[in-house]
């Protein structure tokens, strides 16, 4: 255990739901303390309840999201610098930067130029747009390269990669690679000061003439997101302009700014990153608490990570700042001075996703002084730019602390960034962490230590065993976006006594980066017994939650097989007869609801699936073509007509974005548009899992939903859709609500039929729900597992020993009944578990017909 400074790991946010007296659901959360009395945890500087916030974004900005490709790559035979003249972005007078002294969106295209101007050393390239439509700038600083030596760094760089060993001995690649440095800024919109602290290191660096900083553009490349969020930072928000916490999607890579930053990872290979956040005082300076994530190298990245983080201190400390003059407190070091509550265990945040590609050294660095938020709009303004000052000049100190860092160990950088890919390729055993395999970083204790056992391969099978084509090329296409290797047997192979059909993909797991395969495709684990409490998600695995049949092998021979350099499309229609869409995709959600809108008569059978006439077969090519979905031949006749479903929803930014990208018509709503006069005429079903409670309704409101409520449906997700069900009097159950910071992967069990016919055996749950009590007409759709449902993740009991995944078990997760759909699950969280988005894709279709007549004719197959 550690026996330095410590504080108190974050506390456990419980949630207790009760029936009330009058029926009513009563939720209980604590409030968050104030930003400066808090411990010093992720908490402390981001709002606990962020995923309980109502979405209002725009459906262009989701359209964006859907479609905005990255820019094509520019030309490898091109040297150094790659100048441009940029064209300015429109001045926007309400850029929320002005009021802090800051650099706004559109001051940063005038900065750029100039600093083109300067010299030989910046090139600025555009890396892709924002979901707003805001461009994303990447800034290159290094000494000037011809063509010829350009293509020497690229030979290096994928020697380096690919052929780990090699690259070990290459003399080229100790004398001239390039060490490659990555520097993020404003991934959180409202968390400015990075932008401006790296536009002044490079407007130094570009005319600075010491031997020093020779010596580092000689030997280094620096890479600057200079703002990864230009809508938050226009807006002041700290997500985009979807709604997404941008350091939450790397794994998802649903918004086009994750999308860009993953792109850069890939082609630069940075070997150390430096992500700049606010606000924590004093600063927060990775490594981080344990847990630490088991696929990591993990002794290779602490070596460097808290020799940095030294460094950093040092550079903060001798700013000379003091809580007395200038209220800023000392660094801080997480690994070093806390127990438990600031870990690195998700690849979700930006350093945590770096590792996966090669980052030794990857850091979160936290200014002190809080300028957004409560203190952007009660401080006043020369306050809060005294406060902006002070963060920028810390967040300097920190990049010069790396800069200076990556010159005096720029060999050993990249001498473990090759052995990180070595052990990858070679199948080697990971490096338990201890004061002897890591000399230097005192305090290593065995609840540091968390490694794994790869398997040899994953295989995605084709043919009759995979669950889901459509979901398999997604899959597949998602892993090599993120440079995962993929391949395709060309023919027929046993593995273990069990068949694989030609056709199937395979991941072979001795490959440079199978950190990031495993960390992707796994179950992932049950951590619950090894700290209080998780700042962020503890389960994640595409393998269990993207809808895709994925199975890990422990032998792997010799099988004919070819490099898959995309995705193969898999859209289909079958040349004869009727049509059947399963529904188990939220691409085939897509495509109903695309045949939908052009009038085809479409069924719902028993099962849920969709019944499309033979005589739609252009339409549904044209879809198949579209969403890459596979229309299947069917006999089956009768079912429900299904029409264009309208959805009001007060749900969560990720359930928002869900569900356009499933293609139904959406209208945000809230408690505030509800007490305006809201206009129900055209609405089927009202969805809620966030930002509408019935005790914040005025009587019209009231009135007007209850009306609604009589002749449509209600979808609830969690502890605010079962509250409203409660209070509108709907369902008859008793939810019962389990710890609030609970999250994972579950195992569930499905009933069938038209909600959960043909899903997943695996669900996601964050603060998790379930129900009791289940009065007459309700149904229960799915169930937890018996058991101990969690497969992985944090799921404790609560203090008096209720609320665990013990109670849980075998309990309803999802129930139905004549006027509603509840989910004690999460299936549209952040857009990530894809596998279970068919599942509110196919209540909302159940709820909607269910009102305009009854299920009375069910498909039968024809004989």
């Known amino acids: 255990m550690r026996t330095t400074r410590t504080t108190s790991a974050r506390p456990v946010l419980t949630a207790a739901l009760a029936l009330g007296t009058a029926g009513s659901l009563l939720l209980a959360v604590p409030g968050p303390a104030g930003a400066d009395d808090d411990p010093v945890t992720r908490a402390a500087a981001e709002s606990p309840a962020f995923d309980a916030l109502p979405a209002n974004s725009p459906a262009t900005t989701a359209r964006r999201a859907f479609t905005e490709p990255l820019p094509d790559l520019p030309d490898p035979s091109r040297g150094y610098p790659r100048e441009q003249q940029l064209p300015p972005d429109p001045v926007n007078p309400g850029d929320k930067s002005l009021k802090l002294g800051l650099t706004p969106y559109h001051g940063v295209v005038p900065k750029l130029n100039a600093l083109q101007r300067l010299g030989d050393r910046v090139s600025v390239e555009v890396a892709g747009r924002s979901a707003g439509g805001h461009r994303l700038y990447l800034v290159t600083v290094t000494a000037p390269e011809t063509a010829r030596q350009t293509r020497e760094q690229e030979r290096m760089r994928e020697l380096v990669e690919n052929a780990p060993a090699a690259a070990a001995k290459d003399p080229r690649v100790k004398a001239a690679y390039k060490t490659p440095v990555f520097l993020n800024s404003n991934i959180h919109g409202n968390e400015w000061e990075g932008t401006d602290a790296s536009l002044a290191l490079v407007e130094r660096l570009a005319t600075a003439n010491d031997a020093r900083t020779r010596d580092l553009l000689a030997h280094s490349r620096l890479y600057f997101n200079v703002t990864a969020n230009p809508d938050g930072r226009i807006a002041g928000t700290r997500t985009n302009a979807n709604g997404f916490d941008l350091n939450r999607d790397l794994v998802t890579a649903s918004q086009p700014e994750a999308r860009a930053l993953r792109q850069i990872m890939v082609d630069k290979q940075p070997a150390v990153l430096l992500d700049l956040h606010g606000y924590v ?25 808290y020799a940095n983080a030294l460094g950093m201190e040092a550079a903060v400390n001798g700013l000379g700042l003091t809580p007395a003059k200038d209220g800023v407190e000392p660094p801080q070091i997480p690994f070093r ?90 199948a080697a055993a990971q490096v338990p962490v201890s004061e002897e395999t890591v000399p230097g970083v005192p305090g290593i204790g065995p609840e540091d230590v968390y490694t794994t056992t790869f398997p040899r391969a994953y295989v995605i099978p084709a043919g009759g065993t995979q669950r889901s084509p459509t979901a398999a090329a997604r899959l597949v296409g998602h892993l090599l976006a993120g440079d995962v290797r993929v391949s395709r047997a060309e023919q027929a192979f046993r593995l273990s006594g069990r068949r694989y059909a030609k056709g199937s993909y395979v991941v072979d797991m001795r490959r440079p980066k199978r950190g990031l395969a495993n960390v992707l495709l796994a179950d992932g684990r049950d951590i619950s017994g090894e700290v209080s409490a998780m700042y962020d998600i503890s389960g994640w695995s595409l393998g269990r939650l993207w809808g895709a049949t994925v199975e890990p092998v422990h032998a792997l021979p010799p099988v004919p097989s070819r490099p898959v350099r995309e995705a193969p499309r898999v859209g289909y229609v079958a040349p004869r007869g009727d049509l059947r869409l399963p529904l188990r995709d939220p691409r085939e959600v897509a495509a109903l609801n695309s045949l939908l809108t052009q009038g085809v008569r479409v069924r719902q059978a028993a099962d849920g699936s969709a019944l499309v006439p033979g005589s739609a077969r252009r339409q549904a090519a044209a879809a198949a073509r579209t969403y890459d979905v596979a229309f299947e031949a069917t006999r089956l006749t009768g079912g429900t007509p299904l029409t264009r479903v309208r959805v009001a929803a007060a749900v969560t930014p990720g359930e928002l974005f869900a569900l356009r990208e499933m293609g139904f018509d959406v209208t945000p709503v809230s ?81 069938g039929g038209r909600i959960s016919g043909g899903a997943p055996e695996h669900s996601f749950v964050y603060a998790p729900v379930w129900f009791t009590d289940l009065g007459r007409g309700v149904r229960v759709e799915q169930s937890y597992a018996t058991g ?49 988005f068919a599942q509110v894709g196919r209540a909302l279709f159940t709820l909607a017909t269910s009102w305009n007549g009854t299920h009375a004719s069910s498909g039968r197959p024809r004989r």
Not at 282 to 297: A, C, F, K, R, V
Not at 375 to 398: H, I, T
């Open 281 to 305: 005082n004093g600063t927060l300076i990775e490594p981080t608490t344990p847990p630490h994530g088991e696929n990591y190298e993990y002794d290779l990245f602490l070596k460097h990570t």
């Open 337 to 426: 001075d806390q127990e438990e509550g600031w870990d690195d265990w998700p690849p979700v945040f930006t350093p945590q996703y770096a590792a996966f590609h090669g980052a030794v050294a990857a850091h979160t660095v936290e200014i002190p002084l809080q300028v957004n938020n409560g203190a952007y709009d009660s401080l006043p303004r020369s306050e809060l730019r005294r406060r902006a000052s002070v963060n920028v000049a810390v967040a300097g100190a920190a990049l010069d602390a790396t800069l200076d860092y990556v010159r005096e160990k720029r060999r050993a950088l990249i001498a473990d960034q090759i052995e990180f890919f070595r052990r990858g390729a070679a």
């Open 671 to 751: 408690a505030g548009v509800l007490n305006a006069g809201f206009d129900w005429s055209g609405v089927n079903v009202l969805f809620v899992s966030a930002g509408l409670a019935y005790g914040d309704l005025n009587p019209a409101a009231r009135r007007a939903l209850g009306r609604f409520l009589g002749r449509h449906g209600l979808l609830g997700r969690g502890a605010a859709g079962a509250e409203l069900n409660a209070a509108a009097g709907l369902l008859p159950v008793k939810p019962v609500a389990g710890d609030g910071d609970a999250n994972g992967v579950v195992r569930v069990v499905n009933a």
């Open 788 to 836: 101990n449902p969690l497969v992985s993740g944090h799921w404790r009991a609560l203090p008096d020993g209720t609320g665990g995944p013990a109670a849980a078990a075998g309990r309803a997760s999802v129930i139905s009944g004549p006027h509603g759909v509840l989910f004690g699950t999460e299936p549209l969280f952040r857009d990530h578990p894809k596998g279970a």
